[in-house]
């Protein structure tokens, strides 16, 4: 059994983590979201220079790890003259490497969008960007709910790449408490219910959303 004198004794340091860790992950959700969806837009332009964009970006950034993300804005912006906090360096570069994963869940979603529907609304007088957003976006936001709910949940996971540096979220509190009481095992199953604190409530609401979408 764990020893639960190890999360009563350190409750406000746990709580500091837990609530660092929800602020890192609802911003990076909707900043990954936001770009996602611009990237995504990218890969289906017909403008040649903004799918090359498109591409490369999603093609580079899936395939490298999140850390390695991280550590460019960590240790590479300083030598521009930018210092960041490891918090804010945590979350932008989980921000930037999520979008990548949401623009293909997005983009798979608007080629599923029958073509004529597209071509019924730029008939009707609607433009390009009106057309992807009151048209084909909705549509295939709906269709791609699935994936984008796991990729949310991950994005809360891989929150714990701050913890390498000093992002203050629930893996660096637990790193600290593990060292100052040598309590690895009890420490780190703490610090695992809380994660699953945030991710259940997620998987269950995605869930409860995807079957409401499809009774729709």
Same mark, same amino acid.
């Given at each position: 059994?764990? +020893?639960?004198?190890?999360?009563?004794?350190?409750?406000? %340091?746990?709580?500091?983590?837990?609530?660092?860790?929800?602020?890192?992950?609802?911003?990076?959700?909707? $900043?990954?979201?936001?770009?996602?969806?611009?990237?995504?837009?990218?890969?289906?332009?017909?403008?040649?220079?903004?799918?090359?964009?498109?591409?490369?970006?999603?093609?580079?950034? &899936?395939?490298?790890?999140?850390?390695?993300?991280?550590?460019?804005?960590?240790?590479?912006?300083?030598?521009?003259?930018?210092?960041?906090?490891?918090? #804010?360096?945590?979350?932008?570069?989980?921000?930037?490497?999520?979008?990548?994963?949401?623009? =293909?869940? %997005?983009?798979?979603?608007?080629?599923?969008?029958?073509?004529?529907?597209?071509?019924?609304? &730029?008939?009707?007088?609607?433009?390009?960007?009106?057309?992807?957003?009151? #048209?084909?976006?909705?549509?295939?936001?709906?269709? #791609?709910?699935?994936?984008?709910?796991?990729?949310?949940?991950?994005?809360?996971?891989?929150?714990?790449?701050? $913890?390498?540096?000093?992002?203050? +979220?629930?893996?660096?509190?637990? +790193?600290?408490?593990?060292?100052?009481?040598?309590?690895?095992? +009890?420490?780190?199953?703490?610090?695992?219910?809380?994660?699953?604190? %945030?991710?259940?409530?997620?998987?269950?609401?995605?869930? &409860?959303? =995807?079957?409401?979408?499809?009774? $729709?």
């Amino acid at each position: 059994m764990p +020893d639960f004198s190890i999360f009563t004794d350190y409750i406000d %340091i746990y709580m500091e983590g837990f609530v660092n860790t929800i602020w890192a992950s609802v911003i990076a959700l909707i $900043g990954s979201f936001v770009l996602g969806t611009v990237i995504a837009i990218f890969r289906i332009s017909s403008v040649k220079p903004l799918r090359w964009i498109g591409t490369a970006y999603v093609e580079f950034i &899936r395939n490298i790890p999140l850390l390695l993300v991280v550590f460019v804005f960590f240790y590479g912006l300083p030598s521009l003259g930018i210092t960041l906090s490891g918090f #804010v360096c945590g979350t932008l570069g989980l921000t930037v490497y999520t979008a990548a994963f949401i623009a =293909e869940a %997005i983009r798979a979603g608007i080629m599923s969008v029958p073509l004529g529907q597209s071509e019924a609304a &730029r008939s009707s007088g609607l433009t390009y960007g009106q057309t992807m957003w009151h #048209v084909v976006l909705p549509q295939a936001i709906k269709i #791609v709910i699935p994936p984008l709910s796991n990729q949310f949940i991950n994005l809360v996971k891989n929150s714990s790449v701050l $913890g390498v540096f000093a992002g203050f +979220d629930l893996m660096y509190f637990g +790193d600290q408490i593990a060292s100052e009481t040598y309590a690895t095992f +009890d420490t780190y199953i703490f610090v695992a219910v809380l994660y699953l604190i %945030i991710t259940l409530p997620l998987s269950y609401g995605a869930l &409860r959303l =995807e079957r409401k979408l499809a009774r $729709g």
